[in-house]
């Protein structure tokens, strides 16, 4: 596809989504607008994790984060919510800064260990911490306006999205962390500041999670650790960038789409139960079993044909070798 065809595309896209609220109800309108907010979610996380190599199981700590410092900024210091939000995104990047650097020296299993227990860490101190709320959690003023907070974080996703396809797809940025990924030292001699690059990365993917929880605070009017620090919200991440495609740019949409409707469905029909946790359970056993590329894989695969086919196969034996 040229690059007009693409370009023509993008805006065509991105006029349909921006008139949807006036042909739809409010319900649904709700609906797309969580769909956006895990697009981005699952996008975020998919930069540390997918392309830099490093999983991170503390990601919903920088979405709380971010939700408690733009409810701060608004209910104490009365700033604007746009200020607010950038604010919380900034805050949230900085701490990833700062424990990134002793952090993203470990590797594999033991990096993703201390992210947990620094996410746990951050849920117990906004647990108990009298600014956040405590255990009563914090109010902010209410904007019942559900096409704002549509087209709010329609331009967020799509700041995020496109920004993550020019890094990571086509500047120098994309070839580091992929180069840190695939094999570090290799990296580190080739001259590439595996450091700096692997701090930015984590700073850029958190940035991102804590303006997505200064928004959802926002729209919720109401932040509780529940709500905003809860270890689910990093599952759902994970879950919906392995689903679409782990390290890929498209991976992330695909599972966030498939996954939040799917959850969505469930509690139309059944209310809010424990069959989502179900479900994930399964597609959890069914990615890495079947598909350990991703949905976006099994098309890579059949565009390739039989060598994409076989590539798959090699793969998927050499990890049941392990």
């Not at 769909?35 to 830099?52: C, D, F, K």
């Not at 900034?90 to 299993?109: D, F, H, K, Q, S």
């Not at 290799?186 to 590439?192: M, T």
Request: aromatic fraction near 14%; glycine fraction near 12%; include cysteine.
């Amino acid at each position: 596809m040229t690059r007009a065809r693409s370009v023509a595309l993008l805006l065509g896209v991105l006029t349909v989504l921006l008139i949807l609220p006036l042909f739809i109800s409010t319900f649904w309108v709700r609906i797309f607008t969580g769909t956006l907010m895990w697009i981005g979610l699952a996008q975020s996380w998919n930069i540390i994790a997918g392309y830099t190599g490093y999983i991170n199981f503390g990601h919903g700590a920088f979405f709380g984060i971010g939700a408690y410092v733009t409810g701060i900024l608004i209910r104490y210091q009365e700033w604007p919510l746009l200020a607010a939000i950038w604010a919380g995104g900034l805050a949230a990047g900085v701490v990833a800064a700062v424990i990134g650097y002793p952090t993203l020296r470990l590797r594999g299993a033991y990096f993703a260990i201390a992210t947990w227990a620094f996410a746990e860490m951050v849920r117990q101190a906004a647990l108990v911490s009298p600014v956040t709320g405590g255990a009563y959690g914090m109010r902010l003023p209410a904007l019942l306006n559900e096409t704002f907070f549509y087209v709010l974080m329609l331009a967020i996703t799509t700041g995020t999205l496109l920004a993550s396809h020019y890094f990571l797809e086509r500047a120098a940025f994309g070839y580091w962390v992929k180069a840190i990924r695939e094999n570090e030292s290799a990296a580190q001699s080739l001259g590439i500041n595996t450091v700096a690059t692997k701090i930015v990365a984590f700073a850029a993917s958190t940035c991102i999670a804590g303006i997505y929880g200064g928004v959802y605070a926002y729209w919720l009017t109401y932040v509780h650790p529940d709500n905003v620090l809860h270890p689910m919200i990093t599952d759902q991440m994970v879950v919906m960038a392995l689903v679409g495609g782990l390290g890929t740019f498209g991976g992330p949409m695909v599972g966030a789409t498939l996954l939040y409707w799917v959850n969505r469905l469930i509690w139309l029909n059944w209310g809010d139960s424990v069959l989502y946790l179900i479900v994930l359970g399964i597609l959890i056993c069914l990615v890495v079993v079947f598909m350990p590329d991703g949905i976006l894989g099994l098309f890579r695969a059949k565009r390739l044909g039989a060598r994409g086919i076989k590539g798959n196969l090699r793969r998927l034996g050499e990890k049941v070798k392990v």
